[in-house]
Structure formats: structure tokens, C-alpha cells
């Protein structure tokens, strides 16, 4: 069962004719490019496709040059990176998005072009007499600056959104305008000459951190997903999850899950793996029975915890090393690892929940692939496998993705069906370029947010604020910071959804927990790793938080739902996302730093025990229908079992093992008669 298996071949193979499982690739770039800005690029024709075909490729080479042969200096290397992608974006995105497809690049745009060329070849060429005269700004470095500020910003406008270039601008004008603003937001402002050195003269700007993470180890990782998804691993994901979940009682739920856990691997896109997975497993929930906006839902939650999965994490957990310091891209993946697991245990609890309240069972037999044919192709995984063993021995990140890269390439020469032609790999060069342009795009932007923060003080000016109104509680803090952070991440991708929330969110959690250490004391890194996968988490749950979700309203497009009751469900069914980090600010053992093996065991069982209760009391059934109160004594006893305290694990467990005795004496002693739903 294939999502791209058409009709006409179904009947070839003498498969059922059609059933609803099959959504064209039209119709999947459709709402791609209705709900994901990076996937809405011209369909071009004639010499500009050669031209552009030709740029990506080059792009792509270059990286690779400077992954194996050492990189340049930084301004010259994430000059080059940004000149690349500014130019290919605008000969790649149109202006304005209009319906049918458009083939020609407009006449300004090739202006934009060759600007964005000059802007991106101003270091290289100028770099002798930029170092000599450090500091000091002539008329023509202004110009240039604008023109990058202006280029940047339009860039991100066309490729990633509205949401991340109207906070950029707003950063710029509290900067320029700085005596103005009232209260603690005030500060001395900054000239015209200073602000364009700070955005584009300096590392602290446009040409900053998350630049240079974008140049280096995210555009390595990003190639490495291209050259993976050639081979069909990502078909091979959902094949996989059919073959060990589709029976299960409500299979196709659980085979969404299982199969956007593992796309997101490779994926950097909430919206992305929505279409991508979803259009072969939600009309496989909606002909089971599932509700058109529960298969949605799921869908959507699954797909979006993909972005919090190790040891990827939507490339986030590269930006994470540089930002906090002094900690190995290892450590962050484990850190990440129980929060992620229970993230999708919850979703896998309240599916199955749901398909026993209303009846459903698993795929028939005749609708499950051949296990042990899907076992023959397990090899595909191997360089997923391998990075991670890569990183776990301490090899550096980018050398790792470069391994990755070439076992993919080794790996897909045991099968002629996945083997990598010399055409395959070209393709996946300029596929991962071109992958590369929004994120390139959305960080030179951030650079501008990050730049602000530094020069005017004002990261450290709203923790001070966050925890002034809060009275300095720790959970109203968290609170003010999570609605921070999801406001923040709305429309945002998951590497500019992370710089954004950790520069301006993150420090409030910081500062507070920082009181209980003496004054002048560094940070640790337990502190600044949980109030940064603190803020993260909120930024990308902004996914399927209505009334801005996009994932769910991709999902949606797929499920024929309407979209706001599925981002209600999509955040029901991700309530593990809304909890878990609170759990791990105020009690850090859920990171697994500081903790024996023994310790993390019981964390293990006494989370997972609780996201059990948690998804009962959120669905309203266990082995039989839950009443009101028993949902709300549900809940409460899931909390007290997931925050990692010896009280409330005690408290928590003598609950559940009460409530499950309840249950299970007076449960259904029938299942639930099958309710016909809406297809």
C-alpha cells in the first residue's frame, strides 16, 4: 500500500479498486503550498530551471567543499551561504502567491537577484579592507547593509512568512527607537550607522550564530535527509509502521504515529511530515472510522512531535550546542529523549483509548504488508542508526552527517530498487539546497532578533519584566513564558520558532531559577538546557495550537475536518507537550542529568504510568466508560506519577493501582459496539 500507488495501477496489481487511500501528489503540493510558505517556489520552465537547477547544485558544493576541506573565515562563509540563498529564493518565490502555477520569474526579481549576488560577494571581496577598518562604517558599507537588512527580510517574507519578518522589523525598530518605548523597554537607541554595523559588520547580526549554524552543520544534516529520502525511506517508514502496528486496535492511528516518529528524523518541517505521512494514513483512520478531525488530529500532534524528536530535533538541537554552551549535541539528544518518548506514548495511549470507546479494530489481514519483506529493506535505516552511534563516540557533528552521507550512498546499493544513480545524487544535492533556502532564510532573520537582544539588553529587560509580574512564582513564570513561546512560534519554522523563543522567552526561566543560586554564579547547564527545551517545546506545539496551526490545518486540508476542531484535537491529543516541561523545569531528573540508570528506570515507569491515566482521563475511557469525576481523578493521579517526587510518585501509584483494580472489575466484558462515522 503505497501513497503514491495511482488507480490505474492498483487495478494493474489487481489491488482493491479505489478505496480513499490514495491522495495525488497534486493534490499534496496543494496544501503544501496552501499552508507551508517553504513549498510555495515557481514551477519554472525554459533556461531560469537550468539556471536555478544549476544555483542549487552549486550550493550544494560548495557546503560539501567546505565540509570536507575546512570552512573560511566567518564572515566569508556565511556571506557566501547568504548570498546563495537570498539570490536562489528570489528567483524561486514569487512575490505574491497566485493560484495556477507560475513558470516565469518576474522582472524585479531577477534585479533582487543579482543584488542579493553583490550583497553575498561584499566579504570575499572587500574582506582586506573591512578587517582593516573594523568599526568604522563608509557610505558604501551602508548601503550594502541596508540593502542586506532589506534583502533578508524580504527573503524570509517569501520563503518562511509573515510571522518571523514582522518580528525582525519590530526588533529593528526598537533598536532605531529605543528612548521612546516606556519602562524597563527603554533604552539609548541606535544610529543608522550603528544598527547596519551591528546587522551586517559584525557576527552579532545578520551574519550571526544561527547563520553560521545554518552554513555548517544544518545545511550537512539537511543533505543528508535528501540523499535518505532517494532512497524511498520515507515510503519504507510507512510500510514499516503498517507492517508492526497496522493490526493493533486502531491501527492506522498507531501507524501515524509510528511513522511520523521516524519521519521526523529526517524531516524539518511539522507541515512537511504532515503531507508527507498523512496522505497515506489519515484516509486509512478515516475508512476505519475514525472521525474526520480525530485522524486529523492525530496526524497532526504525531507529525509535530517529530520536530521534538531525537536526534534530530528539526536541526534545533545544533543551534542548542551554540546557544547554550559549554554542552555536547549528544547530551542534548538525551536530555530530549524521555520528554519526546512521552510525548508520543501519550498521543499512542489516547488513540487507542479512543478506537476501544468507539469500537474499532485493526486492519484486516489482507490490507497488511508482508513483514518479513518489509524486514528485507531494514538496511535502509542503517545510516539513521549510524549517526547516532556517530555522535554518541564523539565525532564531531558535521563529520557525522558527512559518514551519514556516504553510507546512504553504500547502503542503497544492496537493492537495485533503492540503489542511488549518479542522476539520484545530483537530484538529492540540489533537493537539500533547495531544502536549505528557507532555513538559511529564517536564520539570517533571527540573526537580526538575536543581534537586538545583545546590543539593547532586552532579553535580560523582559525576564526581569516575566518575572516581575509572576511575583516571582515559579509555575505563573512558566506560564507567562509558555504563552510567550507559543505566541512567538506561531507560523514560525522549527529552527526560527527556537531562536526566536530562546532568545526572548528563555532567559525569564533563567533568571528565576538562577535566585536559588549566590549572585554572580554561572549558569548550569541543567538550568539552561531545561528552560531552553522549555521554550522550545511551546514554540513548536504553536504547530497545532489554534487559532494558528498550521500543521493541523494541513492535516485538515487531508482529512476534509474542519481545521480549528482539528488543532482543538491535535492539542488534546499532544497534552503531554503542554505538561511535560513543566515537569522537567521543576524537577530535571525527566532530562537525565545527574541520575543513576536505576533512577531513570522508575522516571521511566512512573511518566509512562502516568500518561496512561492522563490519556484515560482524557478520552474517558479505560477498560470501561469513565464518569466525570473519575477523568478528573485521572488526570490529577497522571500528574502526580509523571512529576519525578518521591511523595508524588507514592501518592500517584497507590491511586492508579486502585483506580486500574476499579476498572478492570467492572470492565467491558464486551467490546463496544462499532460506531459508523463520516468516511
Do not use: C
Not at 659 to 664: G, L
Amino acid at each position: 500500500m503505497s501513497n503514491k500507488l495511482p488507480p490505474e495501477e492498483r487495478e494493474q496489481m489487481k489491488l482493491p479498486p479505489e478505496d480513499d487511500t490514495y491522495i495525488s501528489e497534486e493534490k499534496q503540493k496543494e496544501i503544501l503550498q496552501k499552508y507551508d510558505p517553504e513549498s510555495n517556489t515557481r514551477d519554472l520552465a525554459g533556461i531560469m530551471k537550468y539556471v536555478v537547477f544549476f544555483g542549487l547544485l552549486a550550493f550544494s558544493l560548495f557546503q560539501l567543499y567546505t565540509a570536507v576541506f575546512g570552512q573560511y573565515t566567518a564572515y566569508i562563509q556565511r556571506s557566501i551561504h547568504l548570498g546563495f540563498a537570498l539570490s536562489l529564493i528570489f528567483l524561486l518565490f514569487p512575490a505574491f502567491r497566485k493560484k495556477g502555477i507560475k513558470h516565469k520569474v518576474a522582472w524585479y526579481d531577477y534585479i533582487l537577484a543579482l543584488l542579493a549576488i553583490g550583497v553575498g560577494a561584499y566579504w570575499p571581496i572587500m574582506y582586506d579592507d573591512l578587517v582593516f577598518r573594523i568599526g568604522r562604517v563608509t557610505e558604501l558599507d551602508l548601503a550594502v547593509g541596508i540593502l542586506a537588512t532589506l534583502l533578508t527580510l524580504e527573503a524570509t517574507r517569501r520563503a518562511v512568512g509573515l510571522p518571523i519578518t514582522i518580528i525582525s522589523s519590530l526588533f529593528l525598530t526598537y533598536a532605531f527607537f529605543g528612548p521612546s518605548f516606556p519602562g524597563f523597554l527603554r533604552h539609548r537607541g541606535q544610529d543608522l550607522d550603528s544598527l547596519v554595523q551591528l546587522m551586517f559588520f559584525t557576527t552579532d547580526g545578520i551574519l550571526g550564530t544561527p547563520l553560521a549554524v545554518s552554513s555548517t552543520f544544518i545545511f550537512t544534516f539537511l543533505l543528508f535527509g535528501a540523499f535518505l529520502v532517494k532512497t524511498g525511506v520515507g515510503q519504507y517508514f510507512n510500510d514499516l509502521a503498517v507492517s508492526f502496528a497496522g493490526h493493533l486496535i486502531g491501527g492506522p492511528a498507531k501507524v501515524a504515529i509510528f511513522s511520523s516518529a521516524l519521519q521526523g528524523t529526517i524531516s524539518g518541517s511539522s507541515v512537511a511530515n504532515v503531507v508527507t505521512s498523512g496522505s497515506y494514513t489519515i484516509p486509512m483512520m478515516k475508512k476505519l472510522g475514525y472521525k474526520k478531525e480525530f485522524a486529523g488530529g492525530v496526524e497532526a500532534a504525531a507529525s509535530t512531535g517529530g520536530q521534538l524528536m531525537p536526534p534530530i530535533m528539526g536541526a534545533a538541537a545544533f543551534l542548542m550546542v551554540e546557544f547554550i554552551g559549554g554542552i555536547t549535541y549528544w547530551e542534548i539528544a538525551k536530555a530530549a529523549a524521555i520528554p519526546a518518548l512521552l510525548y508520543f506514548t501519550g498521543i499512542w495511549i489516547m488513540t487507542h483509548f479512543e478506537a476501544k470507546r468507539i469500537g474499532l479494530k485493526g486492519l484486516p489481514k489482507e490490507d497488511l504488508p508482508d513483514r518479513k519483506e518489509i524486514l528485507k529493506k531494514i538496511y535502509l535505516l542503517l545510516p539513521i542508526v549510524a549517526i547516532i552511534v556517530f555522535l554518541l563516540i564523539g565525532v564531531p557533528t558535521m563529520q557525522a552527517a558527512l559518514y551519514g552521507i556516504v553510507l546512504t550512498v553504500v547502503v542503497s546499493a544492496f537493492d537495485k530498487e533503492t540503489r542511488l544513480n549518479f542522476k539520484d545524487m545530483i537530484d538529492a544535492l540540489v533537493d537539500g539546497a533547495r531544502t536549505a533556502l528557507a532555513v538559511a532564510a529564517a536564520t539570517a532573520a533571527a540573526g537580526i532578533i538575536v543581534g537586538v537582544v545583545v546590543k539593547t539588553g532586552l532579553g535580560l529587560s523582559l525576564a526581569n519584566g516575566l518575572v516581575s509580574a509572576s511575583g516571582g512564582n515559579v509555575l505563573l513564570t512558566l506560564f507567562f513564558t509558555m504563552l510567550a513561546a507559543i505566541v512567538l512560534g506561531m507560523g514560525s519554522p522549527t529552527t526560527a520558532n527556537y531562536v526566536i523563543t530562546s532568545t526572548i522567552a528563555a532567559p525569564a526561566i533563567i533568571t528565576l531559577l538562577m535566585l536559588e543560586y549566590p549572585e554572580g554564579a554561572a549558569v548550569p547547564i541543567v538550568v539552561a538546557l531545561s528552560a531552553h527545551l522549555f521554550v522550545f517545546y511551546f514554540g513548536i506545539i504553536a504547530d497545532i495550537t489554534p487559532p494558528v496551526a498550521l500543521a493541523a490545518f494541513a492535516a485538515s486540508g487531508i482529512s476534509g475536518g474542519e481545521p480549528i476542531k482539528t488543532g482543538v484535537t491535535a492539542a488534546k491529543l499532544a497534552i503531554a507537550a503542554f505538561i511535560i516541561p513543566y515537569m522537567f523545569v521543576l524537577s530535571p531528573e525527566l532530562l537525565m542529568i545527574d541520575v543513576t540508570f536505576t533512577e531513570i528506570i522508575w522516571v521511566l515507569i512512573t511518566a509512562v504510568s502516568g500518561m496512561i491515566a492522563i490519556g484515560a482521563g482524557m478520552i474517558g475511557y479505560w477498560y470501561r466508560k469513565l464518569v466525570w469525576f473519575e477523568r478528573i481523578i485521572m488526570v490529577a493521579t497522571g500528574l502526580a506519577l509523571i512529576y519525578p517526587e518521591g511523595l508524588s510518585d507514592t501518592i500517584g501509584a497507590v491511586v492508579f493501582i486502585i483506580m486500574f483494580a476499579i476498572q478492570w472489575l467492572a470492565r467491558d466484558k464486551k467490546d463496544p459496539k462499532p460506531k459508523t462515522t463520516e468516511a
